[in-house]
Nanobody, 121 residues
Framework: QVQVVESGGDSVQVGGSLRLSCAASGFTSSIYCMGWFRQAPGKEREEVATIDYDGKTTYADSVKGRFTISHDNAEKVYLQMNNLKPEDTAMYYC????????????????WGQGTQVTVSS
């Protein structure tokens, strides 16, 4: 089993930047894909970005060019968020899975508790 813990959420102004961090522990050698998701009040959870073991990344259209996902290894993943907008306000979750990202068609296996990002004008 893998445990996932997010950090770095904060309140920022429009146009600001934040860097979210995600630390995985436990059976981390099983991790092939990690992702960032977000959920705003009253909205469904959406996938923001993913990165697989080889470093291949995917992004939601809404964050392309503003957000960057990266990793040090299978245990630490980051989400650099620039030019933040009010619509980026949400609880951000990190998740890990033992499948390659492109093969995941169901929910990720292991989830963190989330970190809040609030963008105000």
């Amino acid at each position: 089993q893998v445990q996932v813990v997010e950090s770095g959420g904060d309140s920022v102004q429009v146009g600001g930047s934040l860097r979210l961090s995600c630390a995985a522990s436990g059976f981390t050698s099983s991790i092939y894909c990690m992702g960032w998701f977000r959920q705003a009040p009253g909205k469904e959870r959406e996938e923001v970005a993913t990165i697989d073991y080889d470093g291949k990344t995917t992004y939601a259209d809404s964050v392309k060019g503003r957000f960057t996902i990266s990793h040090d290894n299978a245990e630490k993943v980051y989400l650099q968020m620039n030019n933040l907008k009010p619509e980026d306000t949400a609880m951000y979750y990190c998740a890990a899975d033992d499948r390659w990202c492109e093969l995941i068609t169901s929910e990720f296996l292991d989830w963190g508790q989330g970190t809040q990002v609030t963008v105000s004008s």
